[in-house]
């Protein structure tokens, strides 16, 4: 089997061409923070929006910058993120052996998949993951922020928390295995509100209380299954950054709200 899953938002979602994406993902890191006098440790986890990168990149890009301390040691990311165009039930698998960008391929970790495929809620649906863009959006900032890995890409449809939460425990590793949840956050709301309704949101995830509804994060599913593991294994959230397409794109009438949140281990957030 030799199955590669081609770009489908190349172009639209992100610059098509190598070079221009490159740059501009590079320009996004550069501009997401100023370099810690100390290499920061890596979170284990992160949640990042996915919309086009004109509206989220810079904010997704403050949860990638943060990643630099771990670029050697990184060697699989879990990537779960919901579907929004085929419908699903459970976790899907792309049935892929690579995901192919402008930047490259990435390889997909078949040691990894074989150890959650038997699960129930995991399947196999090369539809879900055909056309959908919340997964194919951050690999381009894996690519240029990490060295070598592999990646475990879930498109979750109809699931549960606690369904996601077994198969993250299954590949949780160590500080060799990152979990990346892709969700934006309220979506068509008028400025204003959008803005008090994330805040709301980012309230509960900081507070770990996963208990998000899909009015809240369109990635509500994964993101509670984070939390729930992330409670289990004791880990701190931060928040990186919170705006929303009114604050990047101009547009303050109907908006779509995007936050960047770190989980790290309780060792590796200070004093």
């Known amino acids: 089997m030799n199955q590669v899953r081609p770009p489908a938002v190349a172009g639209a979602f992100y610059p098509g061409q190598a070079r221009v994406l490159a740059a501009s993902v590079m320009k996004m890191l550069v501009g997401a923070a100023p370099a810690p006098a100390a290499p920061a440790p890596a979170p284990k986890a992160i949640i990042v929006p996915h919309a086009g990168y004109v509206y989220s990149g810079s904010t997704a890009a403050k949860a990638y910058?943060?990643?630099?301390?771990?670029r050697g040691t990184i060697r699989r990311v879990v990537l779960l993120g919901p579907v929004h165009r085929v419908a699903v039930r459970g976790l899907a698998l792309p049935g892929a052996d690579r995901f192919a960008t402008p930047l490259g391929e990435v390889e997909v970790d078949h040691a990894a998949v074989a150890r959650i495929e038997h699960l129930p809620q995991v399947c196999v649906s090369a539809a879900a993951h055909a056309m959908e863009h919340s997964l194919?959006?951050?690999?381009?900032?894996l690519q240029s922020v990490l060295e070598d890995f592999k990646?475990?890409?879930?498109?979750v449809g109809d699931a549960t928390p606690v369904e996601v939460a077994k198969v993250l425990e299954v590949l949780w590793g160590g500080a060799e295995t990152l979990i990346v949840i892709s969700s934006d956050l309220s979506h068509y709301l008028s400025y204003d509100r959008a803005r008090a309704v994330d805040?709301?949101?980012?309230?509960?995830?900081?507070?770990?209380h996963p208990g998000l509804d899909h009015e809240q994060a369109c990635g509500a599913t994964p993101v509670n299954g984070l939390l729930l593991e992330a409670l289990r294994h004791r880990l701190h959230p931060e928040l990186?950054?919170?705006c929303n397409s009114g604050d990047s794109a101009g547009d303050k009438g109907r908006v779509v709200g995007y936050a960047s949140i770190a989980f790290l281990p309780e060792t590796g957030h200070g004093h």
């Open 65 to 70: 910058a943060r990643l630099a301390s771990g």
């Open 199 to 208: 805040a709301a949101t980012v309230r509960d995830i900081l507070g770990m």
């Open 151 to 155: 990646l475990v890409p879930l498109a």
């Open 136 to 141: 194919e959006v951050q690999l381009p900032f």
């Open 240 to 242: 990186l950054g919170l």
